[in-house]
């Protein structure tokens, strides 16, 4: 049996795929965590509707539903633990002697 080596070429080219352009403006943190509020909030309301409608009995594909539900669940938990940590270091620095 042979063993063969991984190709490191696949993973650098993506690596750089990722990066920014160099004239590429940069996102502040408070634009990031604006449009992950909003996100939050459609697929909540995605999820809220579908649920209605599978609740009323119009034909809606139930794993559908089920995802819709866990993507606005996973969203939220994101947004609830970024809040977490921004009043935890706030706390922090109000901790701190000057």
Request: no cysteine; aromatic share 6%; hydrophobic share 45%.
């Amino acid at each position: 049996m042979n063993v063969y080596a991984i190709d490191p070429t696949p993973l650098s080219s993506a690596q750089d795929a990722r990066s920014l352009p160099a004239n590429a403006p940069a996102q502040t943190f408070s634009a990031w965590l604006d449009e992950q509020i909003r996100a939050t909030n459609s697929d909540i309301t995605a999820a809220d509707d579908a649920v209605r409608r599978l609740a009323v009995g119009e034909p809606v594909n139930l794993h559908q539903v089920m995802v819709q539900l866990e993507r606005a669940k996973l969203q939220f938990e994101l947004v609830l633990q970024v809040r977490n940590k921004l009043l935890e270091a706030y706390q922090d620095l109000l901790r701190m002697q000057i």
